[in-house]
């Protein structure tokens, strides 16, 4: 291994290192990322081989990343100059703290051979193993929240990658005292290997994790909506019931020729089917509860709803879909203040598709508040898309300027 190639390793490892930092930012393409990484790297690359002094080193890779990466990436350039600062700091703080502590204890270096900071291969080696663990702390720390990780789970990636680091460590502090240590490029070689394991260990140990918490929110979504089905499928029947026994006494009273009792009991049938139609009785149900829980809440939900060419859609669906988006904007509106509150459900068939749409009017000075708070919220707008797909439809959310409005569009069979 040559001084050349070891500076274009690290250069390539650094670019790698800002890019891990990116991982949690929604990216808009592979080759956007492709191309991001190797303008990064040539324009290190030519910094290096130019000998530019270290705040030139540390300055334009950090403008390239604010112009370039929001063609790369849906964030912020101040977000991105600041993930570009970070990377960079740490690169200089681990070099830095790997020098001194090996001078402070007087070790003798594996290799003498020096990248263009002037720094032994093997301390570098020691060095970006510690800058990608702190980068990982770090990354975990941004997005603690968003992603609702548990230091239960990060635990064991930081033991993880403790344990890697302990080792790399060990192996470069003694290394130098084994016999044919002359051999260096086989020691260098092993160290890499050892670098590229401590680094494999936390991505696949974070991925584990990761897949693990996606599949018990999958098994939490599922026991969620089947027991609001089932909530459904209940108060029908329970509705069903109580008009079946009204009906009944009607026949009776009637029978009997009792004209106060007869009136008292057709008001009563009339309270109970008193509701919004729909054209389909499973959603009359839904709609029938979302209005009384609305109004409790003071808020007036109006309905322009005919469901009758809906008979393909299962009421699983009907329930994930009304029940969810319903209950998210009562959600959103309570949390609103000095408006009027107020939801908007429209549904019906226009030509070949089923079209549902919701508005509800929100608070952009409290829109940031109600994404923080409410991770059931987009959980449920999550199951939401989920039956869409079914029914291959589409699915769209629209923020105007004090609205915010869901459209759904179903493909109606040619059997309906």
Not at 158 to 176: E, P, Q, R
Not at 339 to 363: H, Q, S, T
């Amino acid at each position: 291994m040559t001084a050349a190639m070891a500076d274009v390793f690290m250069t390539c490892l650094e670019i790698f290192y800002l890019l891990f930092l990116l991982g949690k930012e929604k990216g808009k393409s592979r080759m956007a990322k492709v191309i991001l990484f190797a303008s990064l790297a040539a324009v290190c690359a030519g910094m290096r081989n130019l000998g530019a002094p270290v705040f030139l080193k540390m300055a334009v890779p950090i403008v390239l990343v604010v112009m370039a990466g929001v063609f790369a990436y849906e964030t912020g350039r101040i977000k991105l100059g600041f993930f570009a600062v970070v990377s960079l700091i740490l690169s200089y703080a681990s070099e830095t703290a790997v020098k001194l502590v090996w001078g402070f204890f007087d070790r003798p270096v594996l290799s003498g051979l020096m990248v263009s900071k002037g720094v032994p291969v093997s301390l570098m080696i020691v060095a970006k193993a510690l800058q990608f663990f702190l980068l990982y702390l770090i990354r975990a720390g941004i997005y603690y929240r968003t992603d609702h990780i548990s230091r239960y789970e990060i635990f064991p990636v930081i033991l993880s990658g403790l344990s890697f680091l302990m080792v790399l460590i060990a192996i470069n502090t003694n290394m130098a005292y084994i016999p044919g240590a002359e051999d260096q490029m086989v020691l260098l070689a092993g160290d890499v290997g050892i670098l590229a394991a401590f680094i494999l260990s936390i991505l696949f140990t974070e991925k584990y994790i990761e897949v693990k918490r996606i599949s018990e929110e999958e098994k939490q979504k599922s026991m969620q909506l089947e027991l609001q089905y089932q909530y459904y499928v209940r108060k029908k029947e329970d509705m069903d019931s109580v008009r079946q026994i009204y009906h009944d006494l009607e026949n009776h009273v009637r029978a009997l020729e009792q004209p106060e009792r007869y009136s008292r009991i057709s008001h009563g049938i009339q309270a109970v089917e008193d509701y919004y139609k729909t054209g389909n009785g499973f959603l009359d149900v839904i709609i029938a509860d979302k209005m009384r829980k609305a109004s409790n809440k003071q808020i007036r939900l109006e309905c322009e709803i005919d469901f009758s060419q809906g008979s393909f859609v299962h009421p699983f669906d009907i329930s994930t879909i009304f029940g969810n988006l319903l209950d998210n904007a009562v959600e959103a509106l309570e949390k609103t203040e000095g408006e009027e509150k107020y939801i908007v459900c429209k549904a019906g068939r226009k030509r070949d598709f089923l079209i549902i749409m919701v508005v509800n009017p929100y608070d952009r000075i409290k829109e940031g508040h109600l994404k923080r708070k409410s991770y059931m919220h987009g959980f449920g707008l999550k199951n939401v898309q989920d039956s869409v797909k079914k029914y291959e439809g589409n699915y769209s959310v629209e923020k105007e300027s004090d609205t915010f409005k869901v459209s759904i569009l179903l493909p109606v069979p040619n059997t309906v």
